[in-house]
Structures are given as structure tokens and as C-alpha cells.
């Protein structure tokens, strides 16, 4: 066993590489340029949606709140007849970075805490590069990429757009893995 104290420089690291590598794949010209495309007459959309002050949140339509209300005549009418959707509405006004770009450095924390807790639970210091690698690589994987799987499991989300988060996943567990490995703490 590895004391989590003797690991929270390459927890640091790792979460550092995962946000410079993760802000490279996004804004770079890679897969993520077509996730979301436009919506077919968007201004029409937005004229006839907008004026609903629709609060932030996540919606779907149609909705029911019952098993006996889903079987229900009405309710499979509307399903039949459509749209069918889940709405995540945003605030107005501009998107800030700022605010969501710290969210996301403190998950990669996170992530990388529960690879150097699992890893330094089954390692002890001086463990060799390719064992850790794996412990903490895995761990981060898991905490990167499967937990996503569920949106399109559930929610419809295209499997796509899945696979893509998956590849992103990987490539941070990757980096989080090979700087674990790296930084390892040598028996004293």
C-alpha cells in the first residue's frame, strides 16, 4: 500500500495533463467539430420556443409521470406523433467558460484522486511502471469514459457521440496512467 499523501503530486500532474490535452482535443480540429449540428430551421425554433422562457434545466418531451399515464391512448399518440426529445436549456445570455472550465479541472482532480487511491491501495512504493499504469489507468478510464455509456443507454444519446467521449476517455486515462507511472514513489 502507497500512502495518499505520497501521491498527490502526480494526482496534481495528472489532472494538469488531462485539462491541457483535453483543451487541446476541443479545440483543436479533431473529432469534436460536427457534435452538435444545427437544428433544421433553427430561427423558427427559437422564435416560437424562445418567447417560453423555458428555465434552465433538463426536460423531455413528452413527458408523463405514471406506468398506467405511459400506456395511456393520449400519451402514445403523442409519442407516435413526435418530437420526442430530452432539452438541456442553458441561461442566456453568453457561455462562460470561466466558471465550467473550473468545474472541469476540479472533476479531472477528482478522477485522478480515485486513480492514485485505488492504485496506491493495491501498490506498494517502488512498484514497477506497467502495474501502476494499469491500476491507475483503468481507474481513470472508468471515471473518464464509462460512466458515459448511459446517455446513450437510456437517453438516447448517439452512440457517436459515445464513442468519441470513449476515445477522449482513453486518451485521458492514458496520460493519467503514464504520469502515475512516471511519478510513482520509490521505496525510501
Known sequence: MTDLGS??????VAAIGVFIV????????????????????????RSTVGPMNI???????????????????EFQARVAEGPNMILTVLPK???KMGG???RWFVYTLLVSLFAAYIAGAALPPGSAYIPVFRFAGATAFIGYAVALWQMSIWWGRSWGMTAKTTLDGLIYALVTAGIFGAMWPSLS
Open 93 to 95: 445570455g453568453p457561455f
Open 100 to 102: 465550467t472550465l473550473a
Open 22 to 45: 483535453s483543451s487541446i482535443i476541443h479545440m483543436g480540429p479533431f473529432w469534436h467539430k460536427r457534435d452538435f449540428p444545427q437544428l433544421p430551421d433553427e430561427e423558427r425554433f
Open 7 to 12: 501521491l498527490l503530486l502526480p494526482t496534481l
Open 55 to 73: 428555465p434552465q434545466g433538463e426536460y423531455m418531451v413528452p413527458r408523463c409521470y405514471s406506468a398506467s399515464e405511459m400506456k395511456s391512448t
